[in-house]
């Protein structure tokens, strides 16, 4: 099994940054790739990013350009900066771990999840 942990939610103003973790614990943190999702009220989750193993990432259309995945293998934990936000990014956010080599953008395709941590843009 996996477990995540994410952290690094809040309240911002619009055009501010933040940088969410998401810290992995259980299976070897190198095994698997990971996603960022995020789910806004009365909204269905969407995928936001994703890296692979190997660190290959890809990102949204909605949020090219403004949000970064990364991952540090030495750490346990996936990152997703943002900046440039808006009241539209307001969501939950989630990171997502599969057992595979590549990502996926479907959330059907990842194992475990974490809890969520709230991001609140105000404008």
């Known amino acids: 099994q996996v477990q995540l942990v994410e952290s690094g939610g809040g309240l911002v103003q619009a055009g501010g940054s933040l940088r969410l973790s998401c810290a992995a614990s259980?299976?070897?943190?190198?095994?698997?790739?990971l996603g960022w999702f995020r789910e806004a009220p009365g909204k269905e989750r969407e995928f936001v990013a994703a890296?692979?193993?190997?660190?290959?990432?890809t990102t949204a259309g909605s949020v090219k350009g403004r949000f970064t995945i990364s991952r540090d293998n030495a750490k346990n934990t996936v990152y997703l900066q943002m900046i440039s936000l808006n009241p539209e990014d307001t969501a939950v956010y989630y990171c997502?771990?599969?057992?595979?080599?590549?990502?996926?953008?479907?959330?059907?395709?990842?194992?475990?999840w974490g809890q969520g941590t709230q991001v609140t843009v105000s404008s």
């Open positions: 259980g299976r070897p943190f190198s095994s698997y790739a």
């Open positions: 997502a771990s599969r057992a595979t080599t590549w990502f996926a953008l479907p959330d059907s395709s990842y194992d475990y």
């Open positions: 890296v692979s193993r190997s660190g290959s990432n």
